[in-house]
């Protein structure tokens, strides 16, 4: 069995989820890959310690040169704040290391630009995060897609909604400054969770109109003052994609300030022959349309079934993030391998890529207060 030697920059939050995943990964069933969380790298010793339980990691430096100068290593998940994508993710691939980015790979066009044309140089297999779409639910809505039964596409709305800003205490962090962050500001946070399955339907908007709000401004600094929250709040991203020579309205939405919202991702799909829409607020339903005598929805009930990679887990139970993220690496895994066999797959880098072309002509449109076309140029 081929192994499979992985590295993290960035031990936090999203990178603790992935070591969690690859303790688990035997749990994966008919996967012919061995994988092994065998590095670390943190510049905080205290995130470093929880690694110690981690029985494989044989590397824990606050050094990420070191880590990078690890023959054995072959693919490294860098997990950290936007504004350092670009020289990370440069150096890995430089390294000659495979690349699992983050969102939104790069803190803005020009950046994500030097990545894409980097890996392509240097024929280095790269992918972004983006882990709702692994669930059942947003499978089943791919799928009603493709098989035509829904008729023709007239309306798509998309959205990841959050409410963790909406206490005005809560003191500031990265996230909600430009410095680390950039102009796109929840767009970059959130945007290609949105955007994933669309582009994937090869669903690329044409025209857009943004609306953006900065609705807190400041916030507690920690250190007994203020400090100026200056990144954007909300997105709701008004744009037209052509299906089948037909200009249709799609709806997305990013947003860290939604009132009873703590974490919910959601899709919805309508044709004049039927519809889907799935809501992780509901995580075990899917709606679906069809027009009739009677209009009427049917709504079913998911359970394990439907995941992209089996696993041990039972069809009838249902699936939580821990879940859809290790579906996510499986997906990385796979491809990497050339055993994706028509699955569903990780964000690629041209899709990456797009976003931020997106969500360039946004800031165009809110500070023109115009309805932008969006341009896509090739990369070299």
Request: glycine fraction near 8%; aromatic fraction near 10%; hydrophobic fraction near 40%.
């Amino acid at each position: 069995m081929k192994k499979v030697n992985i590295g993290i920059i960035g031990g936090g939050l999203m990178g603790k989820e992935a070591a969690s995943s690859f303790a688990r990964w035997f749990a994966i069933n008919d996967l012919p890959v061995q994988v092994e969380l065998t590095a670390v790298c943190d510049v905080n010793q205290e995130v470093l310690s929880w690694y110690r339980n981690v029985p494989s990691v044989k590397l824990l430096t606050t050094d990420y040169k070191e880590l990078l100068a690890d023959e054995e290593i072959d693919v490294v998940y860098v997990a950290l704040p936007h504004h350092l994508h670009k020289q990370y993710y440069l150096e890995v691939l430089t390294a000659g290391k495979d690349l699992l980015a983050e969102k939104p790979f790069g803190v803005d066009l020009e950046a994500a630009l030097a990545i894409k044309n980097q890996a392509d140089r240097l024929g280095r297999f790269v992918r972004c995060s983006s882990e709702m779409p692994f669930l059942p639910g947003p499978q089943r809505v791919v799928k009603e897609v493709e098989s035509g039964r829904l008729g023709q596409v007239i309306e798509i709305k998309a959205g990841f909604l959050h409410s963790s800003d909406l206490d005005p205490d809560k003191p500031i962090n990265w996230k909600r400054q430009v410095s680390f962050c950039g102009e796109i500001g929840v767009m970059g946070d959130l945007g290609m969770h949105v955007l994933h399955i669309p582009l994937r339907l090869g669903w690329k908007p044409e025209r857009i109109y943004a609306q953006l709000q900065k609705i807190i401004t400041q916030r507690p600094d920690g250190k007994g003052g203020m400090a100026e929250c200056d990144t954007w709040n909300n997105a709701t991203l008004n744009t037209e994609v052509k299906i089948a020579d037909n200009l249709v309205p799609m709806t997305l939405e990013m947003k860290r300030m939604a009132p009873g919202e703590t974490n919910t991702w959601y899709i919805e799909i309508m044709g004049t022959e039927g519809g889907v829409k799935y809501s992780t607020k509901d995580i075990k339903t899917l709606w679906t349309f069809k027009r009739s005598n009677e209009q009427w929805w049917q709504r079913t009930d998911l359970g394990f079934k439907g995941m992209p990679f089996t696993t041990i887990t039972g069809a009838i139970f249902e699936p939580g993030f821990p879940d859809c993220f290790m579906q996510m690496l499986a997906a990385y895994i796979a491809e990497r391998a050339g055993l994706l066999n028509g699955r569903f797959g990780c964000v690629t880098p041209e899709e990456a890529l797009n976003s931020h072309y997106i969500f360039d002509a946004a800031l165009r449109s809110f500070n023109n207060q115009t309805l932008e076309k969006i341009t896509y140029f090739k990369t070299e």
